[in-house]
């Protein structure tokens, strides 16, 4: 069923089979969505703040750019979910456990996301200038071709996490633990990373040119293609 676009407001669709329907940026303003199963159904650009979806199945569908209620985030373990492409603002995630979420191409620039679990969370592309992440777990964190401008992670636990092609103008990096992390195309020159951890890093063309890395561990960190004009550390070449 394609309804893209439709002005639906205060239609009768009751008994209407919405599964896998494509409601592409159509207005559904006083229909009830509770219970219903839209099951690959397309709601890209659909407006749902203020809609009940107790009970409402969502597998596959495509929630591009919808903005979403506030209470459907309200439950305290979201692990595993997809909100790829979602709307969040206004949305508090602190604390929440995110353990395994897709949060692809997501903003969350400015969000308040202290204590949250991103163990192994997928933040590919995802907007993350000036969010709070304190007490943030972050282990296992892809955060390929995010934008960490301004973030503050120092002291913070990043190991095995993926990082590659990542802004990070103005990140504070002091103290971090990036055991086992791969580190690919990620500029970090200038930057402040005294008492870093990176036992077993990958770090391939990473800039460390006038990277500080006084009391940084680099055990067995596997080097390639990197700019090694460093200061403060054996390793670096001046």
Same mark, same amino acid.
């Given at each position: 069923?394609?309804? *893209?676009?439709?002005?639906?407001?205060?239609?009768?669709? %009751?008994?209407?089979?919405?599964?896998?329907?494509?409601? &592409?940026?159509?207005?559904?303003?006083?229909?009830?969505?509770?219970?219903?199963?839209?099951?690959?159904?397309?709601?890209?650009? #659909?407006?749902?703040?203020?809609?009940?979806?107790?009970?409402?199945?969502?597998?596959? =569908?495509?929630?591009?750019?919808?903005?979403?209620?506030?209470?459907?985030? &309200? =439950? @305290?373990?979201?692990?595993?979910?997809?909100?790829?492409?979602?709307?969040?603002?206004?949305? @508090?995630?602190?604390?929440?456990?995110?353990?395994? *979420?897709?949060?692809?191409?997501?903003?969350?620039?400015? $969000?308040?996301?202290? @204590?949250?679990?991103?163990? @192994?969370?997928?933040? %590919? +592309?995802?907007?993350?200038?000036?969010?709070?992440?304190?007490?943030?777990?972050?282990?296992? #964190?892809?955060?390929?071709? =995010?934008?960490?401008?301004?973030?503050?992670?120092?002291?913070?636990?990043?190991?095995? *996490?993926?990082?590659?092609?990542?802004? $990070?103008?103005?990140?504070?990096?002091?103290? #971090?633990?990036?055991?086992?992390?791969?580190?690919? &195309?990620?500029?970090?020159?200038? $930057? +402040?990373?005294?008492?870093?951890?990176?036992?077993? =890093?990958?770090?391939?063309? #990473? +800039?460390?040119?006038? %990277?500080?890395?006084?009391? *940084?561990?680099?055990?067995?960190?596997?080097?390639?293609? %990197?700019?090694?004009?460093?200061?403060?550390?054996?390793?670096?070449?001046?």
């Amino acid at each position: 069923t394609k309804l *893209a676009g439709v002005d639906l407001s205060g239609k009768d669709l %009751t008994g209407t089979i919405l599964t896998r329907a494509d409601l &592409s940026n159509t207005n559904l303003t006083g229909i009830d969505l509770s219970g219903r199963d839209l099951t690959g159904t397309k709601l890209a650009g #659909v407006d749902l703040s203020g809609k009940d979806l107790t009970g409402t199945i969502l597998i596959g =569908a495509d929630l591009t750019d919808a903005i979403l209620p506030s209470d459907y985030l &309200s =439950a @305290d373990n979201l692990s595993g979910r997809d909100f790829s492409d979602m709307i969040l603002a206004g949305i @508090d995630l602190s604390g929440k456990d995110l353990t395994g *979420a897709s949060l692809v191409r997501v903003d969350l620039s400015g $969000m308040d996301l202290t @204590d949250t679990i991103l163990t @192994d969370a997928n933040l %590919t +592309d995802a907007n993350l200038s000036g969010t709070i992440l304190t007490n943030a777990n972050l282990i296992g #964190v892809n955060l390929s071709g =995010a934008k960490l401008i301004g973030v503050d992670l120092s002291g913070m636990d990043l190991t095995g *996490a993926i990082i590659r092609g990542t802004h $990070m103008t103005g990140v504070s990096l002091e103290g #971090v633990n990036l055991s086992g992390a791969k580190l690919i &195309s990620v500029d970090l020159s200038g $930057m +402040d990373l005294t008492g870093a951890i990176f036992v077993g =890093a990958n770090l391939i063309t #990473v +800039d460390l040119t006038n %990277t500080i890395l006084t009391d *940084a561990n680099l055990e067995n960190v596997i080097l390639s293609d %990197t700019t090694l004009n460093c200061v403060g550390h054996p390793i670096c070449v001046n």
